[in-house]
C-alpha cells in the first residue's frame, strides 16, 4: 500500500523563525513528488519534485527531494503569520492513464507574532 | 477566467438522501479527481478519471459513485451507502498524460448530513 509521512503533524513557532517540514514515502511506480499550502479552502500549489538533489526555490520556500532515502523537506525562512496553514505533501504514482496522488496527513503550521 | 467551480459550497442533507457535488473545469484537463478531507488528515481519494467515459476508483470509493460524460465535467454522487459522508469534499483536474502535471484544485464543498 502506498503511504506518506509528514512530520510534524502541527508546529507552533514565531515570526521570524526558520522552519523544516518533512515529507518520507513508501510507494510503488514513483512520477512526483508535490507541495500543496492549505490555508482555508483549496490547496495551492507550490512545488513539484522529480529529480532528487535538485533545489526549488520560491522566495522564502525552498524544497529538496531525496530519491534515495524517499524523503523530501520544504524549508521556510524568516515566517511571516501569512506562512500560517496546513502544508501537504503528496506523491504521484502510477503509470500512464493510471496515475495518482498520495497524500500525506499534513503539518499545521502556525505563525505567532 | 480559467479554473475549477465546485458547487454548492456548503450542503445539508438528511440521512438516507443521495446527494450530488458538481465540479466544473475551463482548463481543459484531461484528468479529472475527487477527495474527502476529514479534520486533521490529509487528502484521501476517492475516484479519478484521465479520460472521459472512463473512471477509476481511488482509495475509499465504497458509498460513492461518478460520472464523466463530458471533459468539463466530473459530478459526485454520495450515496446512502456511504457510512460517514460528512465531510470537505474537494475536486481537482490536471492536464493528465506522463507524468509532470500539478493539479488545481477547486473551491470545495463542505457537506454535512444529519
Known amino acids: 500500500e502506498d503511504k506518506v509521512v509528514q512530520s510534524p503533524l502541527s508546529l507552533v513557532v514565531h515570526e521570524g523563525d526558520t522552519v523544516t517540514l518533512n515529507c518520507s514515502y513508501e510507494?510503488?511506480?514513483?512520477?512526483?513528488l508535490l507541495w500543496y499550502k492549505q490555508e482555508k479552502k483549496a490547496p495551492t500549489f507550490l512545488f513539484m519534485l522529480?529529480?532528487?538533489?535538485i533545489e526549488k526555490k520560491s522566495g522564502r520556500l525552498s524544497s529538496i527531494l531525496d530519491k534515495k532515502e524517499l524523503f523530501s523537506i520544504l524549508n521556510i525562512t524568516a515566517t511571516q503569520t501569512g506562512d500560517s496553514a496546513v502544508y501537504l505533501c503528496a506523491v504521484k504514482v502510477g503509470i500512464q492513464g493510471a496515475q495518482k496522488l498520495v497524500f500525506g496527513q499534513g503539518t499545521r503550521l502556525t505563525i505567532n507574532p | 477566467d480559467g479554473g475549477i467551480t465546485q458547487s454548492p459550497k456548503y450542503l445539508f442533507r438528511k440521512e438516507g438522501q443521495n446527494v450530488t457535488l458538481s465540479c466544473e473545469q475551463n482548463?481543459?484537463?484531461?484528468?479529472m479527481y475527487w477527495y474527502r478531507q476529514d479534520p486533521g488528515q490529509g487528502l484521501r481519494l476517492i475516484y479519478y478519471s484521465q479520460i472521459v467515459n472512463d473512471f477509476q476508483k481511488g482509495d475509499i470509493a465504497e458509498g460513492y459513485s461518478v460520472s464523466r460524460e463530458k471533459k468539463e465535467s466530473f459530478p459526485l454522487t454520495v450515496t446512502s451507502a456511504q457510512k460517514n459522508p460528512t465531510a470537505f469534499y474537494l475536486c481537482?483536474?490536471?492536464?493528465?498524460?506522463?507524468?509532470?502535471?500539478?493539479?488545481?484544485f477547486g473551491p470545495g464543498t463542505r457537506l454535512t448530513v444529519t
Open positions: 481537482a483536474s490536471s492536464k493528465g498524460g506522463l507524468n509532470l502535471y500539478e493539479q488545481y
Open positions: 510507494v510503488t511506480n514513483f512520477r512526483s
Open positions: 482548463l481543459n484537463h484531461d484528468a
Open positions: 522529480t529529480s532528487s538533489g
